[in-house]
């Protein structure tokens, strides 16, 4: 099940004359793993943007170099 299916399948209630959306909690880590996954398209795409822009020159993209930056990730 995709994020647009989990959104389709969303069930409404009114508690206190507030319409409030019920999700199962399987649906929801889907519905946040799906929102992620487009999040992190996003990320490339702009990346790559970026790199075309600068006629493949990574530095000029602001691109970073691995073995410069590969020990401050935990």
Excluded: C, Y
Excluded at 14 to 25: D, E, N, P, S
Aim: no cysteine.
């Amino acid at each position: 099940m995709n994020g647009l299916e989990v959104l389709q399948g969303v069930q409404f209630v009114t508690v206190k004359g507030k319409r409030l959306a019920i999700l199962g909690a399987e649906d929801w880590e889907t519905l946040i793993e799906w929102l992620e996954n487009v999040e992190d398209a996003q990320i490339v795409k702009q990346s790559f943007a970026e790199l075309k822009a600068s006629h493949g020159d990574r530095q000029q993209a602001g691109w970073l170099v691995w073995d410069d930056v590969k020990d401050q990730i935990e």
